[in-house]
């Protein structure tokens, strides 16, 4: 059988991704230290190309290549430009930091690029398989980049819980695919969803696959009660890490979801409906809970992460068109908020400390007025609060609640919002009316973060007045 | 048939109880024997559903090259078993609660009732000829080319991260780079002839030579 | 006779088998540590054993009795069950890698497909012998040079592994009989020519994978006494003795076979019509065989020892990457039907 070349076109941007990482890691080998900055701008440059590649393949109908193995449609299409835009505002907001603590080397950008990769991957995946080799690219890259400060002891012992319970998940997840395949003999998704669409409920083999898919998805979302290693990871990994980690990847755990539960078995939806019930208001509830308790501000955002993800999962459980592409509007935004808000965590770092108290954000009106408003921006985003583009997200998967009849649903949403609206605003607080410590120098950051903060702040203001645009995208993904 | 099922039933036992061993055994050491003993008797039934090349490269792969650099570490970890296992008694009637419901409802799911040979008939026994060699290779660079490739990126990333983590030069290392060595040339690096006057040096004493060198061995 | 032969079960037909190539193979190797002290002997200006018997030979008889009447001793606090499982984890794949072996046209005893894969696999396992030993011993010099051998042996299986995909892809087939019916023709038909790095890492690995000199850092009696058998006497001594010089035995008639055309004579077809003497047949094999065991010992009579560390740079940062480029060469030349070797 001759290999047909044009069968490569779909994944230009996979490819470009994998070259760049390759090309860092055979030039870093030729760099002396002080010339680590080109691995930066390799890369910058690499996830470029690979965003206008996407845009250049993308498009037209959806297409299956690779026998099977791959998809290109509408929802990879912006999935893999939403990862890849994520990702480059990381990797710009990243070296300042790693450059401080001497971690300005090749393996970083190795690693994060691979990450990219992965989720790449997972998002056009249309197998089983795929899917989930992708994730595991993505999971060991992620343990990898956890535990990258190896003189650390917390980064290692949250290295090794990420690893464990990733793997744990991962165990499950594949447990899951194996039952799946076990009742319909393929692990492609078309031919899954038209075997599970035959044998409907009858199957208990597939309930059973369902309910392991589900906790594994979970797992990799950070979902209660499959959360635990979110706040541990969040806190003892290196900031730049938790940045990769908590941002596009979220957008990737999105993908899963929707290409294993809709792709495959969206016919069982009454099924693992029940179940993501249960997950989002666990998530909401103990998220905005256990994150006002909370000192460490990474804690914090770990906790509040894990509320977000209540909310994507309310857009995900309501089964309907307008559902799921309201979901993924919240994921791309809660992904640019993450890494917004973590952009702000590293640029207040500098040279032996790092900003991990709620109280190091202080008075951060007084050191830097335009980053104190964007870190301002990006909290009322998280907290929902009008203009911004996170009202307009916690409005739409509440519509799609409501849609289908669970009223209850959304009142339990909107009471938990209000909940952690207390501590989004108490950070507010912080930057705007109190002072900052005596020993606080101002802050210094190149041109080039300054430029990513603004876009990525102003952008939450502009989405949430303008959300069309997006909201269209996201919606032609589903239509 | 009746050989080859009396053979499947000795080697599941042989697994099943090497398995439980794993847990088991006081010892690590032990353990990860027991674990390639569980290793050879599945890549045995592997080759009894006649896919012996599954078979032989489990134990190429796995006991012949993971097993032993996992053996190797176990073997260098002082691992204090007891402490591990302090909690061991507490937790046990709850571990067996949870394998007990698990092995329930894995029996009832995975059980006869829906995998059992009237819903998956046994395939036919492959010609003398067939070789599972050959129609892997055929299937894995063809249909599955692409997840192929991504699990190749895995094991790059595998190799660049173990590196990552635990690559690290001690200022103090006395490392020596055999490779720097073994460039050494014959000429000019090894050996440096130099022309030298003589120089007249007055012969020392017999007897002081032998003190000298009695004192320094 | 041939009656009596087929009236027997099966499994008592196998069994003879097995033995009429188990006591051959044995006595070889008893014979071979003879060869061995008189080839070292005569190349250091020496006699070797002259003692026992005429011109020494009955030496390795008497070096068995010997062994035999020994004690085996277990040293305190070792693993006894470990200890004395050790020596046959060695012996049992060094001699059941032969049930593959195509000792001419069709004589095999199991003529597997994946045969080659089936002696790469088995060759693999014997390291366990020797990491329990050095464990089980409870020393510290045979916990380090089991420690040696695990890391020597895992480096140099991965080379000797990727080697023998250069004869696979070659030859298109994993079945060992195939592999020789591709060399077809005469010497320079052989694969050792079209293969020539991987054949030479081949041999070197080898006898790394032997842990023979100059790669026997696991024994290596200077440094470390003598590794990981240094608690063992008597019997349990012998059989890592002899599993040492089988697994020689082995790589040496595998490297007849794989790169030198096993049973096929140098000569082309036509040359040696009808002479039974020069025509293919079981006594090149045996022919090339005794050349690489020679060899084996050659090595060692000439090469002082590698340094360990030189050792894995060798394994890991030579071999691996030259046998990875010889793959592709291999492959690129099959492709596109390379003459003399692959334009059928």
């Known amino acids: ?479 | ?217 | 006779m041939i009656e009596l032969w087929n009236a027997l079960p099966l499994v008592i037909q196998i069994l003879f088998k097995i033995a009429a190539i188990v006591l051959p193979l044995l006595g070889l190797v008893a014979y071979y540590t003879y060869a061995e002290r008189k080839v070292i002997g005569y190349m250091q200006v020496r006699i070797g054993p002259n003692r026992v018997g005429w011109r020494g030979l009955l030496q390795p008889i008497a070096d068995a009795l010997k062994l035999m009447m020994k004690e085996i001793i277990i040293p305190t606090k070792a693993d006894k069950t470990l200890f004395l499982l050790a020596p046959m984890l060695t012996i049992a794949p060094a001699l059941a890698a032969w049930a593959v072996f195509p000792f001419d046209e069709g004589l095999v005893l199991a003529d597997i497909n994946a045969g080659l894969l089936y002696i790469l696999a088995l060759s693999s396992l014997g390291v366990y012998g020797i990491i329990i030993a050095g464990w089980a011993s409870n020393s510290r010099y045979a916990l380090l040079g089991a420690m040696r051998s695990a890391a020597q042996m895992v480096a140099y299986e991965i080379a000797m592994g990727f080697a023998l995909v250069g004869v696979l892809v070659a030859a298109g087939s994993l079945n060992l009989g195939a592999i020789v019916a591709a060399q077809e023709g005469h010497l320079l038909t052989w694969f050792w020519l079209p293969l020539l790095p991987l054949f030479g890492v081949y041999l070197i690995s080898g006898v790394a994978e032997t842990n023979r000199a100059p790669f026997d850092v696991a024994e290596g009696e200077s440094e470390i006494v003598a590794g990981f058998h240094v608690e063992y006497s008597g019997m349990a001594f012998a059989v890592f003795f002899l599993a040492e010089y089988a697994n020689m035995v082995l790589i040496a008639a595998l490297s007849a076979l794989l790169f030198m055309g096993g049973w096929l004579s140098p000569l082309p077809q036509s040359w040696v019509e009808g002479n039974w003497l020069l025509n293919d047949g079981f006594h090149w094999l045996l022919l090339k065989t005794f050349f690489f065991m020679f060899l084996f010992l050659w090595l060692r009579a000439t090469f002082p020892r590698y340094r360990y560390d030189q050792i894995m740079r060798l394994g890991w940062k030579v071999f691996i990457p030259i046998t990875i480029v010889w793959i592709l060469v291999v492959a690129l030349a099959v492709v596109y039907r390379l003459p003399p070797w692959w334009s059928a």
């Open chain 2, 1 to 217: 048939m009746g050989f080859e099922k009396f053979l499947f039933y000795v080697l599941s036992l042989i697994t099943v109880w090497s398995s439980v061993m794993v847990i088991t055994r006081k010892n690590p050491v032990h353990s990860v024997l027991f674990l390639v003993l569980a290793f050879v008797a599945s890549a045995a039934l592997w080759v009894l559903l006649e896919a012996e090349f599954l078979g032989i490269v489990l134990i190429l792969v796995y006991v012949g090259a993971v097993m032993v650099l996992f053996l190797f570490v176990v073997m260098m970890l002082d691992v204090d078993i007891a402490t591990l296992r302090a909690g061991f008694i507490g937790y046990l009637p709850l571990g067996l609660l949870i394998a007990a419901v698990m092995a329930v409802e894995i029996f009832l799911i995975v059980g006869p009732a829906n995998f059992g040979l009237a819903a998956f008939p046994s395939p036919e026994p492959a010609g003398v000829d067939a070789s599972n060699t050959r129609d892997l290779g055929l299937l894995l660079y063809t249909v599955y080319v692409y997840p192929v490739e991504i699990a190749a990126v895995i094991l790059l990333v595998a190799i660049v991260a173990a590196i990552r983590l635990t690559l690290r030069r001690r200022p103090d290392n006395k490392y020596v780079d055999p490779a720097r060595q073994v460039r050494v040339r014959k000429g000019p690096d090894r050996v440096r002839l130099v022309s030298m006057a003589t120089e007249d040096l007055a012969p020392a004493p017999a007897g002081a030579t032998i003190a000298d060198k009695g004192e320094s061995q």
């Open chain 1, 1 to 479: 059988m001759p290999f047909d070349a044009a069968q490569l076109l779909p994944i230009l941007p996979e490819i470009t991704i994998l070259v760049t990482a390759s090309l860092v890691l055979l030039v870093d080998l030729y760099l002396d230290d002080q010339q680590k900055d080109l691995n930066h701008s390799l890369t910058l440059v690499g996830i470029l190309i690979a965003i206008a590649l996407t845009g250049a393949v993308g498009g037209g109908e959806a297409r299956v290549f690779f026998d099977g193995n791959l998809v290109r449609d509408a929802l990879s299409d912006l999935l893999k430009g939403s990862i890849l835009v994520v990702s480059l505002l990381a990797f710009v907001y990243a070296r300042p930091w790693l450059r401080d603590r001497g971690m300005l080397v090749g393996e970083f950008y190795v690693l994060g690029l691979f990450a990219v990769l992965g989720m790449l991957i997972m998002v056009s995946a249309n197998s089983f398989l795929t899917l989930y080799l992708g994730l595991e690219l993505q999971a060991l890259t992620l343990y990898a980049l956890v535990a990258f400060d190896r003189d650390s002891r917390k980064g290692a012992e949250a290295g090794m819980k990420y690893f464990v319970l990733g793997a744990l998940g991962s165990g499950m997840l594949l447990y899951g695919i194996s039952m799946i395949y076990g009742a319909t003999g393929s692990i492609e998704f078309g031919p899954v969803a038209a075997a599970v669409a035959e044998q409907e409920i009858s199957n208990k083999v597939l309930v059973f696959g369902i309910v392991f898919l589900v906790i594994g998805i979970g797992f990799k979302f950070g979902a209660v009660p499959f959360h635990m290693w979110v706040p541990d990871i969040y806190e003892g990994a290196p900031t730049p890490a938790v940045l990769i980690l908590g941002s596009a990847p979220k957008i990737a755990a999105f993908a899963l979801a929707i290409r294993m539960l809709v792709d495959g078995l969206e016919s069982l939806h009454t099924d693992w409906q029940g179940m993501l019930v249960i997950l989002a208001v666990l998530s909401m509830g103990l998220g905005n809970l256990v994150a006002i308790a909370q000192s460490n501000i990474k804690r914090m955002l770990a906790y509040s992460t894990i509320s977000h993800v209540g909310f994507i999962f309310l857009g995900l459980l309501s089964g309907s068109q307008q559902g799921y592409a309201s979901a993924m509007f919240y994921t791309i935004v809660y992904a640019v908020m993450s890494a917004g808000a973590f952009g702000i965590l590293l640029i207040l770092g500098r040279k032996g400390f790092d900003a991990e108290r709620l109280e190091d954000l202080k008075g951060l009106n007084d050191r830097d007025s335009w980053y104190a408003a964007m870190m301002a921006l990006i909290m009322f985003s998280m907290a929902g609060v009008p203009p911004t583009v996170g009202f307009m997200a916690k409005l739409l998967v509440l519509e799609s609640v409501i849609r289908i009849d669970m009223v209850w649903l959304a009142l339990v949403a909107v009471f938990f919002s209000i909940i952690g609206a207390f501590y989004y605003l108490r950070v507010v607080k912080f930057i705007y009316f109190d002072k900052p410590a005596e020993d606080a120098p101002a802050l210094l950051t190149t041109g080039g973060v300054r430029f990513a903060m603004s876009v990525n702040g102003l952008a939450l203001l502009v989405l949430g007045l303008f959300p069309a645009a997006l909201l269209s995208l996201c919606q032609a993904a589903f239509a």
